[in-house]
């Protein structure tokens, strides 16, 4: 992105409990990208390249992980907008919701050790055609935190054998897996790759400061996916 291109806006929402959306504002500013706040009450979302939901306890995880969250008001609007080839980005907390909604295939579970977990994690990347990994190199390692209770995916062998054969696996663990996750699946996409699930955190891996930078190659991805989302229509 030059200094001379437009910033392409991005959408982060909050929910009740959100603990992460500045954070995220914060990484995607300082990769370039124009932050849009979105309140949970909205039922409409602003002209946006692509949309953000933050980790953390959306309505204090009260009865599941992101499930109260999917009949905020503006799920609606997520889920049309994604429906349209939109792209959605849900980071632990937001990969929750997205399951829950039916976006993701798969369910989190309490993690297999039953206590929180929070340390930097090697990742593998499993595919660098998506709009969220197009600035990483095959079967790159990645280290980026993870910091959850409810960690663990998970999908019956039937699902399963559907995901690895659509590859719609993007993100796996390096060794074992922190929280018992099926087939060590850190990240998964939709069919049509426009729909992220992760639970790694790579808004704290953006700078050096610290410990690792590599979350930039996921949400550089994001912003340069969401700039040529924004400038498509205007070369049709």
Same mark, same amino acid.
């Given at each position: =992105?030059?200094?001379?291109?437009?910033?392409?806006?991005?959408? !982060?929402?909050? @929910?009740?409990?959100?603990?992460?959306?500045?954070?995220?504002a914060?990484?995607?500013?300082?990769?370039?990208?124009?932050?849009?706040? !979105?309140?949970?009450?909205?039922?409409?979302?602003?002209?946006?390249?692509?949309?953000?939901?933050? *980790?953390?306890?959306? /309505?204090?995880? /009260?009865?599941?992980?992101?499930?109260?969250?999917?009949?905020?008001?503006? =799920?609606?609007?997520?889920?049309? @907008?994604?429906?349209?080839?939109? +792209? !959605? +980005?849900g980071?632990?907390?937001?990969f929750?919701?997205?399951?829950?909604?039916?976006?993701?295939? *798969?369910? +989190?579970?309490?993690?297999?050790?039953?206590? @929180?977990?929070?340390?930097?994690?090697?990742?593998?990347v &499993?595919?660098?055609?998506?709009?969220?990994?197009s600035?990483?190199?095959?079967?790159?390692?990645?280290?980026?935190?993870?910091?959850?209770?409810?960690?663990?995916?998970?999908?019956?062998?039937?699902?399963?054998?559907?995901?690895?054969?659509?590859?719609?696996?993007?993100?796996? /663990? &390096?060794?074992?897996?922190?929280?018992?996750?099926v087939?060590?699946?850190?990240?998964?996409?939709?069919?049509?790759?426009?729909?992220?699930?992760?639970?790694?955190?790579?808004?704290?891996?953006?700078?050096?400061?610290?410990?690792?930078?590599? *979350?930039? @190659?996921?949400?550089?991805?994001?912003?340069?996916?969401?700039?040529?989302?924004?400038?498509?229509?205007?070369?049709?």
């Amino acid at each position: =992105m030059t200094a001379h291109e437009p910033k392409p806006k991005v959408a !982060v929402v909050t @929910f009740p409990g959100s603990n992460d959306d500045k954070d995220a504002a914060l990484a995607l500013a300082q990769l370039g990208a124009e932050v849009v706040p !979105v309140w949970h009450a909205e039922e409409a979302l602003p002209d946006v390249g692509a949309v953000v939901l933050p *980790g953390g306890f959306s /309505y204090g995880d /009260y009865l599941r992980a992101g499930a109260l969250a999917l009949i905020a008001p503006v =799920m609606t609007s997520v889920r049309a @907008f994604a429906d349209e080839g939109g +792209l !959605v +980005l849900g980071i632990c907390n937001g990969f929750q919701v997205l399951c829950e909604a039916g976006l993701l295939p *798969g369910v +989190l579970r309490p993690n297999r050790s039953l206590t @929180f977990v929070c340390r930097d994690t090697p990742l593998t990347v &499993e595919r660098t055609d998506t709009p969220f990994t197009s600035r990483c190199r095959p079967a790159q390692q990645l280290t980026i935190p993870v910091k959850h209770g409810e960690g663990c995916y998970f999908v019956d062998e039937e699902l399963l054998a559907e995901l690895e054969a659509s590859d719609q696996v993007v993100l796996r /663990y &390096e060794g074992d897996s922190p929280n018992g996750s099926v087939a060590r699946i850190a990240g998964v996409v939709n069919v049509d790759a426009n729909v992220l699930g992760l639970l790694p955190h790579p808004l704290h891996a953006v700078d050096p400061v610290t410990g690792s930078s590599h *979350g930039a @190659f996921v949400l550089g991805s994001l912003v340069d996916a969401a700039l040529h989302a924004v400038a498509q229509p205007a070369s049709v």
